[in-house]
Each structure stands twice: as C-alpha cells, then as structure tokens.
Antibody, heavy 116, light 111 residues
Framework: QVQLQESGPGLVKPSGTLSLTCTVS?????????WSWVRQPPGKGLEWIGEIYHSGSTNYNPSLKSRVTLSVDKSRNQLSLKLSSVTAADTAVYYCARIAGHPTYWGQGTLVTVSS | QSVLTQPPSVSGAPGQRVTISCTGS?????????VHWYQQLPGTAPKAFIY???NRPSGVPDRFSGSKSGTSASLAITGLQAEDEADYYC???????????FGGGTKLTVL
C-alpha cells in the first residue's frame, strides 16, 4: 500500500518561500505515474498546484506557475514543493497526492500558515 | 471561481436519494476527460469514491453511483445515511489549462 507523508515548516513569513517534502513509502516514485501537489485553504475547496513525473517533467497550474517549483529525488523516494513570494492567501493545508489514474493516494496533509 | 461548478450544498433525510452535479465545459468534461469524485470528512484528506465516471473503488458502498453526460457529471447517493454527511468534490482534466481541475465542493447534510 502506497503511503505519502508531507513534512516541512508550519509557519512561513510573508514574501518568503514555502518548502515542503513528501516521502513516498510502499512503492517507488519511479512507477509510471504523475505525482501532484494539491492545497486547500481553511474552509475552502481543493486547488491543484502542479504535478511531476519521475523523469522530472512538470505541469503547473497557470495561476501559480511563476512561483512554483516541483522536484523529485528518486534516491530518497521524495517529492519537493517550493512556492515563492508567499502571502496570507497561500495559507492552506498542502497535500501531496497521486491523482492521475486509479487508485489515488493522498498524504494526510500539512497546514502551512503564512504570517509574520 | 472553480473551473468545475458544483452546488455549495445539498441535503436530504435519511433513506432519501440526493444528487450532486458537476458542470464543466468543452475543455474538460465535454472533451471526454474522466470525472472522479472524492469524499472529504472534516480534518481528513479526500478519499476517492468514484473514478472514471462510474467506477466505485473497493469498499465504497453501492449506494454511491456516478454518471456523465455532455459537459456535466453527477454523483448520486441513495438510501442516505448519517455517515454520508461530508464534503464532496469532482475532479477532471482540462486541456486548456493542461492540468487537473476540481469543483468547488458540495457539503452534504443529512437532516
């Protein structure tokens, strides 16, 4: 059973960079699939941030593309998300997930608050 | 504003049938891309309840069913139970955005 676990700072200062890691266990990140990041502001809906293939190919949400960088570390079976120039509007629960295809897998999510 | 449109809320009494709609466009659902449905309980990650428009993952009650027609899709729940009270989201792919899109979510209340 594939499991995903997000980790990283829970508090980021405005104008700073949000950095999160997702560790994949129970399966190889090099399996033939795309790995996504999804976020959910408190009390609001889901927003797709972007996806990355194990080769490093990426697709980003156009609304976030200028600030997002996704990367993959196959040796550690980890995914990484960096979101720059953050504001309070970036406060959300961030999920790593495999949503391209079935079955889908989601991490438990991690709350990141942008505040000084 | 979400690319896929869902009603903010629906409600029904125990035992009744409710449907949740998901309206897209010619660049996503209407383009032939599959629709998936998730159930999200408070404080938890979304859980797949319907994939590929009509398929139920193992463990999901057969009271849940999905359909798709044109630029829209629907999730139907029959024999409502208190445990069905949750938020439901639809998901599809959008060729214009070259990425995944979600509906705004629908809160199901069991009266």
């Amino acid at each position: 059973q594939v499991q995903l676990q997000e980790s990283g700072p829970g508090l980021v200062k405005p104008s700073g960079t949000l950095s999160l890691t997702c560790t994949v266990s129970g399966g190889s990140i090099s399996s033939s699939n795309w790995w996504s990041w999804v976020r959910q502001p408190p009390g609001k809906g889901l927003e797709w941030i972007g996806e990355i293939y194990h080769s490093g190919s990426t697709n980003y949400n156009p609304s976030l593309k200028s600030r997002v960088t996704l990367s993959v570390d196959k040796s550690r079976n980890q995914l990484s998300l960096k979101l720059s120039s953050v504001t309070a509007a970036d406060t959300a629960v961030y999920y790593c997930a495999r949503i391209a295809g079935h079955p889908t897998y989601w991490g438990q999510g991690t709350l990141v608050t942008v505040s000084s | 504003q979400s690319v896929l449109t869902q009603p903010p809320s629906v409600s029904g009494a125990p035992g009744q049938r409710v449907t949740i709609s998901c309206t897209g466009s010619s660049s996503n659902i209407g383009a032939g891309y599959d629709v998936h449905w998730y159930q999200q309980l408070p404080g938890t990650a979304p859980k797949a309840f319907i994939y590929g428009n009509i398929n139920r993952p193992s463990g999901v009650p057969d009271r849940f069913s999905g359909s798709k027609s044109g630029t829209s899709a629907s999730l139907a729940i029959t024999g409502l139970q208190a445990e069905d009270e949750a938020d439901y989201y639809c998901q599809s792919y959008d060729i214009s955005l070259s990425g995944w899109v979600f509906g705004g979510g629908t809160k199901l209340t069991v009266l």
